[in-house]
DNA sequence: GAGTGGTCTAGACCACAGA
DNA sequence: CTGTGGTCTAGACCACTCT
């Protein structure tokens, strides 16, 4: 079969069949929760040994893209609350390090030609249709976070028109849309509160606010997602991490 | 000799070897950019096989701890101008996204009594002594940062005596006192300008400034600096990327 | 018990650096 | 040329899950 070997393509055998199991998840071929054929059936697909699998697997485990199952076998990633809540979600209450839980208002829903901004950060046409969504999130019940989410209308079409807006919306891109974001950049700045979102966060006009502006991605690169958070960091703070 | 079998310690092998090796680094027995043996040089000495030496070397070189050079040898990894910059210096300028070179203005320098909440963030006793140096960063001739640095006395003395104080900390750390800086952990918030940071910064007093309060650690997880950066970002943002 | 991933070993060959 | 890490293979045994 020499499925590999027969388009010695480039570089190491590992490299081109965590290539190759990453063009299956891109084509949709495997999906998120899927379970994948066994490290040694692969290996026989490709007609590589198991541990030249085991070693695309590795990698592939590394990058949060598969996890392994001892004895069940190893699966296609999936958005999970809570690994959305530790991966995406950096807000912190400022005492305890425990994520709140924590709820969504929506303040506006809409589908309108993008902007030019938009355009050029989602890198899609001048004359493409985004989503639109404004809402504000609570933490302990305290408004904490204004965000604005922009989302090219022809990944999601009927987004808000059947269902709900749920609070965690990669969930929703994954499993209603089969979009999955796997990667995102976000830009911090400090911010003065403006008129309209001092009345949303109960704060006054002026007060310093985090502007979280994060741009998601796809497994492909494609960007999905364009979205501005605005926080209260009066009781929270924004978590990273440096290794 | 069995130096790993004999004392079976816990869990899979390369896990011990793993920690054989980081503790040799801890101990100073091997040092910042020195080269290690050979791994079947290892697998000798601890007695397992190549590979598993291999695939603990592999760990390390993700956890950035080792640098390896394929024809010239495994290396433990040494901070650099330039590796420092990607990893403890997440602030790039707004347009382009190169980190712009920067330079450095002291405002204060004394060694004190540390004070309670100094003693709780770096676990010292509420007598030791700390340096406390502040200073203002400055990206293209234009100050944007306002740094306030505490270390522990007892880590660097000597330091500010005989020798100037350099832009980078964490290399002169390494260098000059053994102290390797692995981790670091960020809180950050938005804060208003205070009339005296206004005053170094060049902005009005109550402008957004955003905190970015930073723990940073050694390899064995002992607290060895504290750092509060208030930047200016109006022409700078704080990149986070998640994978 | 059958099938899976987790670990460990041993040996082969390649690519690169340096004497 | 020698020694190093980089890749690939093959086979063994263990630990876990499910039926």
Redesign the pocket.
């Known amino acids: 079969m020499h499925s590999v070997r027969a388009t010695p393509g480039e570089g ?3 490299a081109q069949v965590q290539a190759l199991i990453i063009q299956r998840m891109v084509d949709g071929i495997w999906t998120p929760g899927e379970r ?1 054929p ?4 692969l290996a026989e697909e490709f007609n ?5 699998v ?2 695309a697997f590795d990698a592939l485990v590394h990058e949060n893209l598969l996890i ?7 699966f296609i990633a999936a958005h999970s609350a809570k690994r959305e809540l530790y991966r995406f979600f950096h807000l912190v209450s400022k005492d305890g390090v425990t994520p709140p839980p924590q709820t969504s208002r929506l303040i506006s829903f809409e589908r309108r030609k993008c902007s030019a901004e938009e355009s050029r950060r989602l890198k899609i046409s001048k004359s493409a249709h985004v989503v639109n969504i404004q809402r504000v999130r609570s933490m302990n019940k305290a408004p904490v976070i204004i965000e604005n989410i922009v989302v090219p209308d022809a990944l999601i079409t009927g987004l808000g028109e059947d269902n709900e807006i749920p609070n965690e919306l990669y969930q929703l891109y994954e499993q209603s849309y089969g979009v999955t974001i796997h990667k995102a950049i976000e830009h911090l700045h400090a911010r003065a509160t403006t008129r309209s979102e001092a009345c949303h966060l109960s704060l006054i006009e002026g007060a310093p606010l985090l502007e979280i502006d994060r741009l998601a991605f796809t497994l492909d690169g494609t960007p999905v997602e364009w979205r501005v958070s605005r926080c209260d960091t009066s009781a929270h703070s924004y978590l990273s991490e440096l290794f």
Chains 1, 2 share one sequence.
């Open positions: 190491p055998l590992f994948l066994s490290e040694f059936a590589v040994s198991q541990g030249t085991r070693k392994r199952h001892q004895g069940r076998g190893t």
